[in-house]
């Protein structure tokens, strides 16, 4: 399978390095827009660098294109990549509204090309084997679901994620990832309520909280907290039914610190010790999915259904009240 990477931020970095371990992968192209910076990313794999998509997709065989850019350039890239008869893989979230996601969905569709999105959560074991057990009847009927996802505020050279026109803000970006592994484990979301709380302190530095609360279908209550205010990654989650509980605390799990005195830094040793972490099993389905040799653990509808949570929080959040869906996750 031939592959090119678009982007080069840290994402684009992280998927470089583990497309490169794939056995039938073949990078045949680098994109980013800083060629200084575009050298130093591609010197230890050596592919075909280029300063813009047009050209890759003109001078490459590629097969499929590998989008690791910021949220707000999804929309016409993927678009781009489907009309020149490309397979597509999308960096979460789809899209920055889902309207924009439809059309992607439709144009995929049209062109004959997949559209693989990097939700990469029903990936960790921790998060696969909970759902595993609920769907098997481990916790009986749902009722309860607390989670928390907490990251530090992005840092001050990543600025588009501040900059909610960008990014999508805090729902989109960070709570999209226990939104689509909300829906896939309990079903369709019913009602969203939300809270959202920013403070800027005189010197500039932001912190963002967000509390949403979610009502299933069939009942269930899903209480999600998202914060942009922590000194280091995060998160948990309690699953409760009418027959027990399931509980996830990554700091539980959390992997050995080495602290240097080298440099003064310290380093997380990855939390999964498995063969292949998360990622790399990722990147290795949508290979197995381009192939025909399976369909898509996580779908591009999948991907819809979460923006239109998301959407339905920020909605929430700014007016104050409960956002109703109808069925298929649409704004009442």
Request: proline residues 4%; charged residues 20%; glycine residues 8%.
């Amino acid at each position: 399978m031939k592959i090119a990477v678009v982007g080069i931020g840290k994402l684009g970095q992280r998927h470089l390095a583990r497309w490169s371990q794939l056995a039938d992968v073949e990078i045949v192209g680098l994109v980013g827009r800083n060629p200084e910076k575009l050298q130093q990313v591609n010197e230890p794999y050596g592919v075909a660098t280029f300063t813009s998509l047009e050209d890759l997709l003109a001078q490459t065989d590629v097969e499929a294109v590998d989008i690791c850019t910021p949220t707000d350039t999804h929309f016409e890239l993927v678009c781009q990549i489907a009309r020149a008869g490309k397979h597509v893989i999308c960096a979460k979230p789809l899209a920055l509204t889902a309207a924009e996601a439809e059309e992607m969905i439709a144009i995929c569709a049209q062109q004959n090309v997949q559209l693989l999105v990097s939700h990469t959560l029903r990936f960790f074991p921790e998060y696969a084997n909970a759902a595993e057990q609920v769907r098997n009847g481990a916790i009986g009927r749902p009722g309860v679901i607390r989670m928390s996802r907490g990251v530090p505020y992005p840092a001050q050279d990543r600025t588009w994620y501040m900059d909610e026109t960008k990014s999508g803000g805090l729902f989109l970006d960070l709570g999209i990832h226990e939104f689509e592994w909300i829906q896939s484990t309990f079903g369709d979301v019913q009602r969203v309520q939300a809270k959202h709380v920013k403070h800027t302190e005189p010197g500039g530095q932001s912190k963002e909280y967000g509390l949403v609360m979610l009502r299933m279908t069939d009942g269930t209550v899903v209480h999600v907290e998202l914060s942009w205010a922590e000194t280091k990654f995060r998160s948990s989650f309690e699953l409760t039914g009418n027959k027990g509980m399931i509980t996830y605390n990554h700091d539980d799990t959390n992997p050995v610190i080495l602290d240097s005195h080298h440099n003064g830094a310290s380093a997380v040793v990855p939390a999964s010790m498995l063969r292949r972490d998360p990622f790399t099993r990722q990147l290795a389905h949508f290979v197995n999915c381009l192939t025909g040799k399976c369909q898509p653990i996580v779908s591009a509808t999948d991907a819809l259904a979460a923006i239109r949570i998301a959407e339905a929080a920020r909605q929430s959040a700014a007016e104050g009240q409960p956002v109703t869906l109808t069925e298929g996750g649409q704004v009442q």
